[in-house]
């Protein structure tokens, strides 16, 4: 990816985020955590064994959520 | 056996001359073995099932590597040998053919923002039993050596059958599949190509992992497996039944993968045996979501006719991964091998 080109963050419905772009990933007392790959999926369902990444389990705990933001008002 | 640990910068050439399994694959292989001829027209076409049939499915099987790695021992002009290929035309038709008649092509149509929706759904009706959960339980050593095995006949070319897609796509679903391909290639480093995981666990398990050192091995239940996927993907015609396979594919895989992890790790396996599928839990979590929305969805949106196909691919492959779990299961509970002949044990 071109330096240039914006990282983008985007919300797959009812499934993780996914990262694509250089981004550095670290934990609260920044310390890296390793990504390994160009495309990364962070868990947005909190079930996941491997947090912060997506392994998965959103399909077995039958997450929902859009891909859109939501407007606090559902 | 020991097998020294292999060395990523050799090339890795296919091993052994298969045992012919019928009347078609002896011909076949006998002819392989030669420059070509013309292959008689009216070879006849085995009669067993032409989802599992073993004489059936290592002929096809021998004719599509001749378009990977090459069969050892074999003329590779024949290749592009046009009675080779209608041959492989022949036995493709009988394949096809029986899928129809096991997975019916009668999806209503489905928007390409839904696309992902309806893969969902097919692989929420996969009521296979769990061969997955299996292992992370209960199987033994000489059961998980087994499903590697069977697995071996598409995890040492991991990816290369969906790759094929590549030049039928354009724009993004090519993109899609280019981002989910880089990965199974490792993003370019060798150690880390799928394939190569694939091979560590291979040793890890006391196996050859040398390419196709247990083809004789692997039932025709799990050739047609591999088959299908070289089916789909050289014929542009079923663009959308490979798109659709790889979605599912990826779609039915972390989850999976994790169990095989801790199965491993319960019978005290380590890294080398576990890395593959510990990689795979990670990726394939990206790659569901890209395979399902970007590539088959971006498909659908370019060519909305082909929604029917994705979908079809899609259930072919549970269909087929659900008679060849089945297969294994049954014969593990009857105490017995799942293989054509077991393997001889670990160390030994
Ligand atoms: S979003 Fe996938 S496991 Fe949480
Ligand atoms: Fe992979
Ligand atoms: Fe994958």
């Known amino acids: ?74 | 056996m020991l097998h020294a640990a292999p060395d990523t910068a050799q090339l890795r050439e296919p091993v052994g001359t298969p045992a012919p399994r019928g009347e078609l694959s002896a011909v076949l292989l006998g002819a392989l073995s030669g420059p070509p001829f013309a292959l008689p027209a009216d070879l006849e076409i085995p009669g067993g099932d032409p989802l599992s049939d073993d004489d059936l499915h290592l002929a096809l099987y021998l004719a599509y590597e001749l378009h990977y790695r090459g069969v050892p021992g074999a003329d590779e002009r024949w290749e592009w040998d046009p009675s080779l290929l209608a041959l492989r035309a022949r036995l493709e038709e009988r394949f096809e053919r029986a899928l129809v008649e096991a997975v019916p092509c009668d999806d209503p149509p489905v928007a390409p923002d839904e696309i992902d929706l309806a893969l969902r759904g097919v692989a929420e009706a996969d009521r296979g039993r769990s061969l997955s959960a299996y292992v992370e339980r209960e199987a033994t050593v000489e059961q998980v050596r087994e499903f590697a095995v069977h697995r071996s006949a598409y995890q040492l070319k991991e990816a290369d059958p969906h790759s094929w897609a590549l030049p039928r796509l354009s724009g993004p679903p090519k993109a899609a599949l280019v981002e989910i391909q880089a990965d199974e290639y490792g993003g370019g480093r060798t150690e880390r190509i799928h394939a190569e995981l694939f091979a560590r666990t291979l040793d890890a398990l006391d196996l050859d992992s040398r390419y196709g050192a247990y083809l004789d091995r692997v039932p025709g239940v799990t050739l047609a497996t591999v088959n299908l996927m070289s089916l789909f993907g050289l014929h542009r015609r079923l663009r959308g039944a490979i798109v659709g396979h790889l979605a599912l594919f990826e779609m039915s895989s972390s989850v999976p993968n994790g169990r095989y992890a801790r199965g491993l790790r319960r019978l005290g396996f380590g890294e080398d045996a576990t890395a593959f599928f510990d990689e795979h839990v990670v990726a394939d979590a990206v790659h569901e979501q890209v395979a399902a929305v970007d590539l088959a969805g971006g498909l659908v949106r370019q060519e909305p006719a082909l929604a029917g196909d994705v979908l079809w691919g899609a259930r072919v492959l549970a269909e087929l991964e659900r008679r060849w779990g089945d297969r294994v299961l049954d014969a593990w509970e009857a105490g017995a091998t799942s293989l054509r002949r077991p393997l001889a044990n670990a160390g030994a």
């Open chain 1, 1 to 74: 990816m071109p330096e240039h080109a914006p990282v983008t963050i985007t919300p797959y419905r009812d499934g993780p985020l996914l990262v694509r772009g250089p981004v550095q990933l670290e934990d609260m007392h920044g310390n890296p955590i390793p990504v390994g790959r160009e495309t990364v999926a962070l868990c947005r369902c909190g079930k996941s064994r491997i947090r912060p990444f997506c392994d998965g389990t959103h399909k077995v705990v039958r997450f929902r959520a859009p891909t859109g933001a939501e407007d606090g008002r559902g």
